[in-house]
């Protein structure tokens, strides 16, 4: 799956997309891609049960922009979503 996969044509944004809107979680957007697919596997996975957790699964994902802090809350956000559904 790539990023462009994530959501069917025509069905709107991933929970995790929006996430990453919706917290300002991305600013150059050259590692946004990236950080997408890891935080969908992040909360696949099972490994989104804290803010901890999630900077853990994350660290291979560098942001040269520093937009951590959004990341994890967008993480958080979109995994209580996708669970939902």
Not at 27 to 38: D, E
């Amino acid at each position: 799956t790539t990023i462009e996969g994530l959501s069917p044509p025509g069905s709107g944004l991933h929970p995790m997309q929006q996430a990453f809107i919706d917290h300002d979680a991305l600013q150059c957007g050259y590692c946004t891609p990236g950080q997408i697919m890891a935080a969908v596997s992040c909360v696949s996975e099972g490994h989104a049960t804290s803010p901890e957790q999630i900077r853990e699964h994350m660290s291979g994902n560098i942001c040269r922009c520093g937009a951590y802090v959004g990341i994890v809350a967008a993480v958080e956000d979109a995994a209580t979503k996708m669970r939902n559904t």
